[in-house]
């Protein structure tokens, strides 16, 4: 029983690789670009369930599961860093490259692009690796790199060097120490980078530091965990789109918290039933690194031609750059794949 719910959990992760990367997709689609005007408000709660309710549950999975995944290892501390510097560090300096010699290239050629507010050609050689670390405002903890999606990555890897210590946290502090963290994220406002780093990694330490399947317990529970998903998933949106409440964030949160279970339950049940995505599971990775830009370009610009339109043309124009922005980033994949594996292999570091 044990280990065919171990190799369950093994193809529902596989499976959610893609979709948890789709979510995103659809949060940057929204969030890239603030849109003003009459329109705004329809806007936001046409797009609302998509964008929020389902896209910002997209980086809380990927912790989840990377938690649960570092702790499952039985390779040594120094072998999961050692890993983590080739899967992890390594496509993480090399995208964050890429971009800023975008920048620079835009510079060199008279279309300089300012990067928080300074113009490039008024950086110093600490402003350039700054870049590597945050674009110039750590922002009460919420601050991303260049390349912004990757503050997941750089999370992670601290996460990942700091793993002995929360090891002992999960271990010995249990629910309690849970508890006291998810306390810590449903009252921080903003984006609260760092308290949902630390809650959602450790939520998934949690089930092998304490020799538990986390698909099996939610398949045991599968009622409760999926009534729990449609009452605040209904919360959620209702409080949004129809009645504001005081407590909308707080709502917000739980919701993302319930949507983890319900969505490795949702992969275990389409990889055990023949529902395969190897191709875009092998893609995710690489959709992950190349959606940004794209997104940030075809938003600014519907934004820009289409700004005194009505709200269902926004709302359709927001599903247009989702559509457009996933075939793109797929099909790079798949030329990469195709005619360039070896640049593929180093991109995506060898997954």
């Given at each position: 029983?044990?280990?065919?719910?171990?190799?369950?959990?093994?193809?529902?992760?596989?499976?959610?690789?893609?979709?948890?990367?789709?979510?995103?997709?659809?949060?940057?689609?929204?969030?890239?670009?603030?849109?003003?005007?009459?329109?705004?408000?329809?806007?936001?709660?046409?797009?609302?369930?998509?964008?929020?309710?389902?896209?910002?549950?997209?980086?809380?999975?990927?912790?989840?599961?990377?938690?649960?995944?570092?702790?499952?290892?039985?390779?040594?501390?120094?072998?999961?860093?050692?890993?983590?510097?080739?899967?992890?560090?390594?496509?993480?300096?090399?995208?964050?490259?890429?971009?800023?010699?975008?920048?620079?290239?835009?510079?060199?050629?008279?279309?300089?692009?300012?990067?928080?507010?300074?113009?490039?050609?008024?950086?110093?050689?600490?402003?350039?690796?700054?870049?590597?670390?945050?674009?110039?405002?750590?922002?009460?903890?919420n601050f991303t790199p260049l390349l912004c999606p990757l503050w997941y990555i750089r999370n992670?890897?601290?996460?990942?060097?700091?793993?002995?210590?929360?090891?002992?946290?999960?271990?010995?502090?249990?629910?309690?120490?849970?508890?006291?963290?998810?306390?810590?994220w449903l009252t921080t406002y903003d984006n609260a980078f760092v308290p949902q780093t630390i809650?959602?990694?450790?939520?998934?330490?949690?089930?092998?530091?304490?020799?538990?399947?986390?698909?099996?317990?939610?398949?045991?529970?599968?009622?409760?965990?999926?009534?729990?998903?449609?009452?605040?998933?209904?919360?959620?949106?209702?409080?949004?789109?129809?009645?504001?409440?005081?407590?909308?964030?707080?709502?917000?949160?739980?919701?993302?918290?319930?949507?983890?279970?319900?969505?490795?339950?949702?992969?275990?049940?389409?990889?055990?039933?023949?529902?395969?995505?190897?191709?875009?599971?092998?893609?995710?990775?690489?959709?992950?690194?190349?959606?940004?830009?794209?997104?940030?370009?075809?938003?600014?610009?519907?934004?820009?031609?289409?700004?005194?339109?009505?709200?269902?043309?926004?709302?359709?124009?927001?599903?247009?750059?989702?559509?457009?922005?996933?075939?793109?980033?797929?099909?790079?994949?798949?030329?990469?794949?195709?005619?360039?594996?070896?640049?593929?292999?180093?991109?995506?570091?060898?997954?």
């Amino acid at each position: 029983m044990q280990s065919n719910f171990e190799q369950r959990l093994s193809c529902a992760i596989t499976w959610l690789r893609f979709p948890l990367i789709f979510f995103i997709i659809l949060l940057h689609c929204y969030s890239v670009v603030n849109l003003e005007g009459h329109s705004s408000v329809n806007y936001f709660r046409a797009v609302y369930p998509l964008a929020l309710w389902l896209g910002e549950s997209g980086v809380p999975g990927f912790f989840f599961i990377s938690g649960m995944l570092f702790y499952l290892s039985k390779k040594s501390y120094s072998q999961k860093l050692h890993s983590r510097l080739r899967t992890l560090l390594v496509p993480y300096l090399i995208w964050n490259t890429l971009l800023l010699l975008l920048y620079i290239v835009a510079y060199a050629t008279g279309h300089s692009l300012d990067i928080n507010g300074k113009s490039i050609g008024d950086f110093h050689a600490t402003d350039f690796i700054r870049l590597y670390w945050d674009r110039g405002s750590f922002d009460k903890g919420n601050f991303t790199p260049l390349l912004c999606p990757l503050w997941y990555i750089r999370n992670l890897l601290i996460m990942s060097v700091l793993s002995p210590i929360f090891y002992y946290l999960v271990k010995y502090g249990r629910g309690l120490f849970l508890l006291v963290v998810i306390g810590w994220w449903l009252t921080t406002y903003d984006n609260a980078f760092v308290p949902q780093t630390i809650l959602f990694f450790c939520l998934g330490a949690y089930f092998p530091l304490c020799n538990k399947n986390a698909l099996h317990i939610f398949c045991q529970h599968k009622t409760i965990f999926i009534s729990l998903t449609v009452i605040f998933a209904v919360m959620d949106i209702v409080s949004h789109v129809i009645y504001p409440t005081p407590v909308n964030l707080q709502i917000h949160r739980m919701a993302l918290l319930f949507n983890i279970p319900s969505l490795l339950l949702l992969g275990d049940y389409c990889s055990s039933h023949g529902l395969t995505n190897s191709m875009l599971s092998k893609a995710a990775f690489i959709v992950f690194c190349t959606h940004y830009p794209i997104v940030v370009a075809i938003r600014k610009a519907c934004v820009v031609v289409f700004s005194n339109s009505s709200a269902a043309v926004h709302v359709l124009l927001y599903i247009f750059c989702v559509a457009v922005t996933t075939v793109l980033c797929i099909s790079f994949y798949q030329i990469l794949d195709r005619f360039f594996p070896k640049v593929k292999n180093v991109l995506s570091g060898n997954r």
